[in-house]
């Protein structure tokens, strides 16, 4: 238990479906992020909210639209999504110290996402 | 964030002590060297990380060299489930993002009986 919490686990949607992945952290951090890990490839980091402002955004797809309504939670919102979306998606928190030591960062279990 | 290198691939025993590699030549002096690893279909796991002086937790050891352009990730009694991908990771304080972490493709570590 990492303190970061996925869900689903599973998903399997639809082209045209709109679904949610839902990301929650129990361990008082400031900063979240979306990464995106497809078979056989490295992460990609998607994007990072930093004091709920979302504060890097990798040329993502508009498909893909995070919410962070608040410090401890994260969403990622899914429409139209191509099969080649199918991927695990992976949620992390940190302590954002700007200007200070580096912390380490805590990853959820992933959501494995199938688009058919 | 410099780049590393790191071996595609390696294998250990089970009970022996795992040293994985990574190589960062272009670290500067502000970068931190972390290290993480990944079991199968799991979220990444923080390992430990390092400026300059070697480190030890309860998981790992980190020795970096004194030039900063390569360091060895010790575990020093591997098990089976030590078995992932291990990634070495360079990174600079950055101020305005919070904790951005460029993984490679690390390094596929594999515990034998």
């Known amino acids: 238990e990492t303190g970061v919490t996925q869900t689903p686990r599973h998903l399997v949607m639809g082209m045209t479906n709109k679904k949610s992945l839902k990301c929650e952290q129990h361990?008082?951090?400031?900063?979240m992020y979306w990464y995106k890990q497809s078979a056989k490839k490295p992460l990609e980091l998607m994007f990072v909210?930093?004091?709920?402002?979302?504060?890097e955004n990798n040329s993502v797809p508009s498909r893909f639209s995070p919410e962070c309504p608040n410090s401890s939670h994260l969403f990622l919102h899914l429409h139209t999504l191509q099969p080649e979306d199918s991927a695990l998606y992976l949620c992390?928190?940190?302590?954002?110290?700007?200007?200070?030591?580096?912390?380490?960062?805590?990853f959820g279990q992933g959501t494995r996402l199938t688009v058919v | 964030d410099a780049k590393t290198t790191q071996p595609p691939s390696m294998d250990c025993a089970e009970g022996r002590a795992a040293n994985l590699p990574c190589n960062h030549s272009?670290?500067?002096?502000?970068?931190?060297v972390y290290w993480y690893r990944q079991i199968h279909s799991q979220g990444p796991q923080y390992i430990i990380h390092?400026?300059?002086n070697n480190e030890t937790n309860e998981m790992a050891s980190l020795i970096i060299t004194e030039d900063r352009k390569s360091s060895t990730l010790i575990l020093p009694h591997a098990t089976l489930r030590d078995t992932a991908v291990y990634y070495c990771?360079?990174?600079?304080?950055?101020?305005?993002?919070?904790?951005?972490?460029?993984f490679g493709k690390g390094t596929s570590l594999l515990v034998t009986p």
């Open positions: 992390a928190s940190s302590q954002d110290l700007k200007g200070r030591k580096n912390t380490e960062a805590f």
């Open positions: 361990l008082g951090h400031n900063a």
């Open positions: 909210y930093s004091l709920e402002e979302r504060v």
């Open positions: 272009t670290i500067s002096g502000n970068e931190y």
């Open positions: 390092g400026l300059k």
């Open positions: 990771i360079v990174r600079a304080p950055n101020s305005n993002s919070g904790y951005a972490l460029n």
